[in-house]
């Protein structure tokens, strides 16, 4: 079928089957968004999360059909996003990754969960940040990470745009 | 974990999405949010021809409201209640609720209407829409039609639905300034499938008092000598309590008694806390 999607501020015109989820059309070849990870493809680890209409989705359980008409961001489309680079910054002094595959849908889920509500506290993030696994980190860094930029701490500010 | 092959269609009304569901003859699917059916389609756990996508209709998108009563499009996202993008004639108890279920990233997509049609013993909305005395508006071959939730609900992934039906709506009235509620639920792991959950609601200028029970793998079931005591909550609930687990037959596992005494002690709490 036909698809006119915009992935990461580029329209998009792709044939696709029915069946396709959002996550492999996005890490297909001719789409090329290695940031999106696959770990178990039902909806449940959080690797695969990107933005579908500025809101955080999980993309193995969308069908890139259902989609058509929709803005897609994955983190390649966040490099120059400032609460991003913050949190990039801050996973990178906190410990806040180890092997870094479930590390680009953290960021992504920690940008959603801050905008929300920036004044979260360790508990807040912990319920929040709860649908992402990490089996590296023990999680204690990607919280204090998170907790870090949320305290606006010092080699974490986020820019006048924000 | 890829879905078998199935053809897709996306109507643009109620009308060609029945008409679509009898073409299918029982082997077309709704899909709307999709946080449950895609993962089912993933682990390929139900087979399906094709899928008729209703997320766009509008009629599923509207909120209606009287000064009675709030009418939720099948299609409202559980994070449209969690935000208070819609109103919520349980004085915020809809938005806790809505908060709480699963994961931000499933909320964003997943739809109250496809929850109450799904109708997994684990839902959080299904208890509450119970407690709440909610209509539920059907559209299918042979027309419209409304019921209740006990009406709605038979039982685990078993509802009024037939083949060929959609639902469209969901109503409930507005609670009244002095009503009370209560939502409690047992869980392991936060944004899991709670092993537990029981709402109460108790609303005397409506004439509603209700507890409900869910659980996971048994139908939902109304305590009725428990919702009788919350009407005229005098001497202790414990009774009550046990008599309807006792006649729904729950108090064979200690456990499950256990838990299901816990999440009902503290919802009810939440209605008679002075």
Redesign the interface.
């Known amino acids: 079928?036909k698809l006119d999607i915009s992935i990461n501020g580029v329209a998009r015109s792709l044939e696709v089957?029915?069946?396709t989820?959002l996550a492999?059309l996005l890490r297909s070849p001719e789409v090329r968004c290695p940031s999106v990870h696959l770990g178990?493809?039902?909806?449940v680890c959080?690797a695969c999360?990107v933005l579908?209409d500025g809101?955080?989705?999980?993309s193995?359980?969308?069908?890139a059909?259902?989609l058509?008409g929709s803005e897609v961001t994955t983190l390649e489309g966040l490099e120059s996003d400032p609460m991003t680079l913050s949190l990039k910054a801050s996973f990178h002094r906190n410990h806040g990754l180890q092997c870094g595959f479930c590390t680009p849908a953290m960021l992504i889920?920690a940008r959603?969960?801050l905008q929300s509500n920036p004044g979260r506290n360790a508990d807040d993030i912990?319920?929040?940040m709860?649908?992402n696994l990490c089996r590296c980190t023990g999680y204690a860094g990607i919280v204090e990470a998170i907790l870090d930029v949320a305290r606006g701490e010092p080699g974490t500010e986020m820019g006048a745009s924000t | 974990m890829k879905p078998a092959e199935f053809d897709y269609v996306r109507p643009e009304t109620v009308e060609d999405a029945v008409k679509a569901l009898v073409a299918g003859n029982g082997q077309a699917r709704i899909i709307a949010g999709g946080q449950s059916l895609v993962p089912m389609l993933n682990l390929r756990l139900m087979p399906v021809s094709q899928l008729v996508d209703v997320a766009r209709i509008p009629a599923l998108r509207a909120v209606t409201e009287t000064e009675t009563d709030i009418s939720f499009g099948a299609g409202i996202r559980h994070a449209e209640f969690e935000d208070g993008s819609v109103p919520d004639p349980a004085h915020g108890l809809m938005r806790r609720v809505a908060s709480r279920i699963a994961y931000r990233a499933i909320r964003n997509r997943g739809t109250i209407g496809g929850s109450a049609a799904l109708a997994d013993p684990s839902a959080d909305w299904v208890p509450l829409l119970i407690a709440l005395d909610a209509r539920f508006r059907i559209e299918g071959p042979n027309g419209m039609r409304e019921c209740s939730g006990p009406a709605m609900f038979h039982g685990p992934y078993t509802t009024a639905l037939g083949e060929s039906d959609i639902l469209t709506s969901i109503s409930i009235r507005r609670l009244s300034a002095k009503a009370r509620t209560g939502f409690e639920k047992i869980i392991r792991k936060a944004g899991e499938y709670p092993m537990v959950v029981a709402c109460a609601v108790r609303d005397e200028a409506l004439a509603i008092s209700r507890v409900v029970l869910g659980a996971a793998n048994r139908p939902q079931i109304v305590l009725e000598h428990l919702s009788y005591w919350l009407a005229d909550p005098k001497g202790g609930p414990e009774s009550a309590l046990h008599a309807d687990l006792e006649q729904a037959g729950r108090t064979g596992d200690a456990y499950e008694l256990a838990l299901a005494k816990a999440a009902l002690l503290r919802a009810i709490g939440q209605v008679t806390l002075a």
């Not at chain 1, 178990?40 to 909806?43: K, N, R, S």
């Not at chain 1, 809101?55 to 999980?58: D, E, G, N």
Request: net charge neutral; with cysteine; aromatic share 0%.
């Open positions: 079928m089957a029915p069946r989820s492999d178990c493809e039902h909806g959080g999360t579908i809101r955080m989705a999980r193995c359980i969308a069908l059909v259902s058509d889920a959603e969960t912990r319920l929040a709860s649908g």
